[in-house]
């Protein structure tokens, strides 16, 4: 060990959904668990990916603060819309039922949404705007998050990262995916700072007395306590426009709490009134429009494709020799590692091998430890 290794995705897909079920999780849902993790090392997102296996989700089955056996409840429903209740599930579960229910009324009804509440973190939000958008759909989703984004003018953390993730069909091999915070940096990257011993870049997270912070493994320990917050995408102020990123973390908070009427801000931070560890609650919502409802997949796919095309195509600014478009460079990622696997660092590869050990699943030898 003490370097980063490859391990094969069939070996790291199996191990993965048997740790879940040791863990509790039903098969079928461990299947969809794994599905949603490693989809995120298969994009090069490494902050979302194996690297949370543990301490988000393992850890918090453990901790009793999530459940790993999902009810996925639906308590209103019409014809185009739903609002479930997750009751503390598993994320991953939850979104793919919800988004899997949007985009059966959108085939339907031509738009489907459905609101969550009570769930837990459900992975990079793109694999559920994928999911739309092979079903020819365009897809849009949200969720809220504990505490982490300062308000504009503000020091403390009140928003989570907040994404706002948007998928459209295209003609190309792969969809057009935006899928990012709403903070300049998440939660998550600075996590991959701190096991990398990396400082996160000045300009990122804020102090209580305005200054910038750049100690990654204290910024961990500080956004819990509220002794920092990551700032809004833009930035802290006005100067860069962090207020436009303020505002949108904003939007995805209501729409992730209001129409569940679901817990928001400084009620998702996990922690009970005695300081103890408590379920997230967090909400999210799916949304699903039909390209067929409109003029057809085809035409919307030709016209999103030229779209794009036509963009990578412009003129390009001294010393770049590209421009790329949303979801190419995780297709690029996908590409490169279809046939090797998923890379682990070092403080991943001790988590996994005491996972391993702690349940005896002594089938599973990993190349890092030859």
């Known amino acids: 060990m003490g370097k980063t290794h490859i391990v094969d995705w069939k070996t790291i897909t199996a191990f993965v959904t048997d740790v879940f079920c ?38 918090r089955i453990k901790a009793g603060i999530q459940n790993p056996v999902t009810h996925f409840e639906v308590i209103r429903e019409t014809a185009t819309t739903a609002v479930a209740d997750g009751h503390d599930g598993m994320g991953q579960v939850i979104g793919y039922k919800a988004m899997h229910m949007a985009i059966e009324k959108a085939k339907i009804y031509g738009m489907g949404m459905v609101a969550v509440r009570n769930s837990c973190h459900y992975g990079i939000a793109g694999y559920y705007a994928t999911m ?11 969720t809220n998050a504990r505490p982490s984004i300062a308000p504009t003018f503000g020091v403390e953390n009140m928003l989570g990262t907040n994404p706002l993730t948007v998928g459209l069909p295209t003609d190309e091999e792969f969809p057009f995916v935006l899928d990012c915070a709403t903070s300049i940096t998440q939660r998550g990257k600075i996590e991959y700072f701190a096991r990398m011993d990396e400082d996160t870049p000045a300009g990122m997270v804020i102090g209580r007395d305005g200054s910038t912070l750049t ?68 909400g999210h919502f799916f949304i699903a429009i039909d390209t067929e409802a409109f003029m057809g997949l085809e035409a919307f796919q030709k016209t999103a494709g030229d779209i794009l095309r036509d963009l990578r195509s ?41 996972v391993r050990d702690e349940l005896g699943l002594t089938q599973y030898h990993f190349p890092f430890e030859e």
């Not at 509790?24 to 979302?48: Q, T, Y």
């Not at 092979?134 to 849009?140: N, P, V, Y």
């Not at 002794?227 to 949108?248: C, D, Q, R, S, T």
């Not at 020799?321 to 949303?326: G, M, P, V």
């Open 22 to 59: 040791e863990y509790g999780v039903p098969r079928e849902d461990a299947i969809i668990c794994a599905d949603v993790l490693l989809e995120s090392d298969k994009r090069g997102i490494e902050s979302h990916g194996v690297n949370r296996f543990k301490p988000i989700y393992l850890d």
């Open 132 to 142: 739309a958008t092979q079903a020819g759909c365009i897809g849009i989703t949200g």
């Open 215 to 282: 100690d990654s493994k204290a910024i961990l320990s500080d956004l819990t306590t509220g002794k920092a917050a990551l700032a809004p995408l833009g930035g802290i102020g006005e100067e860069l426009a962090g207020y436009k990123g303020y505002g949108y973390a904003t939007v995805v908070e209501i729409l992730s709490a209001a129409l569940q009427q679901g817990q928001f801000l400084r009620a998702l931070n996990g922690i009970g009134f005695q300081g103890e560890k408590v379920p997230y609650h967090l």
């Open 314 to 354: 412009s003129e390009k600014a001294p010393g770049y020799d590209r421009i790329y478009t949303a979801g190419e460079k995780e297709y690029r990622v996908w590409m490169e590692r279809k046939d090797s696997g998923v890379p682990v660092n070092a403080a991943v590869q001790t988590e996994l091998i005491a």
